[in-house]
């Protein structure tokens, strides 16, 4: 029997691999997916849904997709490209409907195609579903294996196909939405928030320990028309208000009789990403209880307590290592000043640059300006380092625009350990972290200090319950069981050494 209540609001207290040059990439994990999913009949379902992705954009930038239900009839665009590049006023016109399923995405399993795009799309003896997954699932060999063994048609090589495929065959087997839907989830390892819309209703869920955030809002002129988004940003831009998140291992499903949960796995827990709260999610967004700038803001003062120098003047890497350097600011008492500025028209460039730009480096993304740093002692914040790449670039363009020292200080521990859970943090051998001390990565970069906030610091910041958090990319304490050939395929070192 599947525990059943309704809810109110009181219940609850970046680059891609069609380019794989090192130079144009970003030296930052990449996020999997952005998902959106609306039940709003009399609405313009597809446009408030594209309205969503666009605020869901940071989250992947390769593919973005819409499905919509008009009763059993599904209308579905999707194509390579930003959000605003795959759609246009005809094509969404094109999109009628009372539910709409959105995704942008990053690839994480399965390469950078079409026809990987989301939704997923399938038929069932119900109708048809379509399925926006945010995440990764560990076990894809076994589930794959077992797709095949009962003769599905594979269409893709993602993860969430297969998840939509699980559920269509617990569907054909004579199960209804929802039985089918957990029965397939108990096929599925891993990280996954998912939106499904069907021809009756959008369904949210999370795996058992809530990696990937999911949330819950409501469209602020009509209580009954319910939003499901990655972010909350994604609700603000269409003016829904903010209900709750969807918790671990809990699965909404919103028709015409309103929004009913159902706890469909016996014993969550809760690891939220600490890495969205770091990095990934926007920092407009809301994420336990508080915005995700606040948080940014107190790791720095924790990480200007833990590791204060002298200078005189804090710097942020725009932008996302600007709350961060703001706090740091406030607790040491050197001033903030913009060191760098950033081009915010460069998006994905799908053309090489030239030889002369390479050399010049990072500057078609980030300017410096010279009579900011000039003579200057620079302290320098930024929210994580990954390969250290563009750290020593970013380090020399600091000093040729004058800076008499360049001290870098980090808002998070290294990162020693890839993630299994839909972000793409690069082989192990690639982590500037896994490989090397923090006096050789300082040598590397060629800084005058360099200091990480310790794992403790980052976890007192969030003034949650520690355990409730994954930080395995820190630590390789991954909370949910990775299995040898997927954990090989990333952990190069150990494969050296195997
Ligand atoms: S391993 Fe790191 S990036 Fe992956 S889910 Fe855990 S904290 Fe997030």
Sequence with gaps: MIPKHSVTSDDYPRQNNLMNDQETRTDKPEEACGVFGIYAPGEDVAKLTYFGLYALQHRGQESAGIATFEGEQVHLHKDMGLVSQVFNETNLSELPGSIAVGHTRYSTTGSSRKVNAQPAVVDTRLGKLALAHNGNLVNVAQLREDLLQKNCNLVTTTDSEMIALAIA???????????????????????????????????????????????????????????????????????????????????????????????????????????????????????????????????????????????????????????????????????????????????????????????????????????????????????????????????????????????????????????????????QDQLIAATKSVEEITKQLEVDSLAYLSWQGMLAATKEDPQSFCSACFTGDYPIPVPEPMKRTKLMLEKVVV
């Excluded at 909404?252 to 600490?274: D, F, M, N």
């Design 169 to 427: 065959q617990e569907v054909n087997a004579g199960r209804d939405w929802l039985e089918g839907c957990i029965q397939a989830f108990g096929r599925c390892q891993g990280a996954f928030s998912l939106v499904i819309g069907t021809p009756t209703g959008v369904m949210g869920v999370r795996d058992p320990n809530g990696i990937r955030p999911l949330v819950i809002g409501t469209l602020e002129s009509e209580p009954m028309r319910y939003v499901l988004a990655s972010e909350t940003c994604a609700l603000d831009i269409i003016g829904a208000e903010f209900l709750r998140d969807v918790q671990p291992g809990e699965l909404v499903w919103i028709t015409e009789e309103g929004l009913a949960s159902y706890h469909w796995y016996q014993h969550p827990q809760r690891k939220l990403c600490i890495f969205e709260m770091i990095y990934f999610a926007r920092p407009d967004s809301i994420m336990r209880g508080e915005s995700l700038y606040s948080y940014r803001m107190r790791l720095g003062r924790h990480l200007a307590e833990e590791s204060p120098t002298e200078a005189d003047i804090v710097i942020g890497v725009p932008d996302s290592g600007v709350p961060a350097a703001i706090g740091f600011s406030q607790a040491s008492g050197i001033p903030y000043a913009e060191g760098l500025i950033k081009n915010r028209y460069v998006g994905r460039t799908f053309i090489q640059p030239t030889q002369s730009m390479r050399e010049s480096g990072i500057r078609m993304k980030l300017n410096p300006l010279k009579d900011v740093l000039y003579g200057k002692r620079v302290v320098i914040v930024d929210d994580s380092i990954v390969r250290g790449t563009t750290s020593r670039k970013l380090v020399k363009t600091l000093r040729e625009a004058g800076a008499i020292e360049v001290h870098m200080r980090i808002s998070s521990p290294p990162v020693t350990h890839p993630c299994f859970y839909g972000i793409d943090t690069d082989t």
